[in-house]
């Protein structure tokens, strides 16, 4: 079978019983840096020499069958470099092929950034997303941020500390000034540290320089109250940076409750119209002089 392992994120002492019986008996160990996988193995002391295979991003779905085909005689012990594979990490595809092919894939539970930080950050835990790694570019996570503007569960992502001022600025921008935010750096490690606050404190916060693995959690969006002319209002702001009429209303009707159609049609009476181009009353834009 395929047996997803979950490492240790930094306390060695996190690995669990059952980890440490499959790395002492398995055969094979399917991982994502070899290198980290032996530095494991004698961390924990582990005698064992089992026959290790490189599954990262860049040849996961030409190993996945080779795997899937060595799961059908032995078992094959699957490791990210830290905390659960497939989350965030290799293993999808190689699940997704197992499946397909018929071969059981079980895991062996452990160590999650993801619910660690969801767990100490204070934030709702009874409904959340996880939205992994952010966007390295600006731009592209102003439109991550768009999107999930009006997402009322907590959110829960990845990102560099290089570039956690720059994020956090963007969020601050998007979500408004005063979105609460927990950043949780080196979670488990000797240097644990989360830090809570509204997103523009923490973007200044950051802003002198972060070191270490860090999740950001995110409180979700309060439901707006809004009347018609202000969500058209917000309707129009959204179209006027770029976003379809369409999806514009969508976007605001999440956020707000008022009918995504009812607000459509009333931003499209209120849209101005563009040179040459009846207005919203039906006349010609410019008439001849009489």
């Not at 290790?52 to 094959?76: W, Y």
Request: proline share 5%; charged share 25%; net charge negative.
């Amino acid at each position: 079978m395929i047996i997803l392992a979950a490492t240790p994120i930094g306390n060695l002492k996190d690995a669990s019983v059952r980890l440490v019986e499959a790395l002492s008996t398995v055969t094979v160990i399917a991982a994502e840096d070899t290198r980290v996988t032996q530095r494991l193995l004698a961390a924990l002391g582990i005698e064992n020499r089992p026959r290790l295979i490189a599954l990262h991003d860049h040849n996961e779905r030409e190993k996945s069958i080779e795997l899937v085909e060595l799961a059908r005689e032995t078992d094959v012990l699957v490791l990210s470099d830290a905390g659960m594979p497939t989350v965030s990490d290799p293993g999808f595809h190689l699940v997704d092929t197992a499946a397909a092919a018929g071969v059981t894939v079980t895991a062996l539970p452990g160590p999650s950034a993801v619910l660690t930080a969801l767990a100490v950050s204070g934030l709702p835990t009874d409904r959340f997303t996880f939205e992994g790694f952010l966007p390295r570019k600006s731009g592209e996570r102003v439109s991550t941020f768009t999107e999930l503007r009006d997402e009322r569960r907590t959110m829960v992502f990845f990102e560099s500390p290089n570039r956690l001022a720059a994020s956090l600025g963007d969020m601050a921008a998007v979500f408004g000034a005063e979105r609460r935010v927990v950043v949780c750096r080196e979670l488990t490690k000797f240097y644990e540290e989360v830090k809570r606050g509204s997103a523009a404190e923490l973007a200044e916060w950051a802003a002198s320089g972060v070191k270490g693995e860090i999740c950001i959690v995110v409180a979700g969006a309060e439901k707006r109250v809004s009347d018609l002319p202000s969500g058209v209002a917000e309707v129009l702001a959204l179209v006027a940076a770029g976003e379809r009429l369409k999806d514009a209303a969508a976007v605001v009707s999440e956020g707000t409750g008022l009918g995504k159609r009812e607000l459509y049609q009333a931003a499209l009476e209120a849209k101005p119209a563009g040179p040459g181009k009846p207005g919203k009353q039906g006349g010609s834009a410019s008439q001849p002089a009489r």
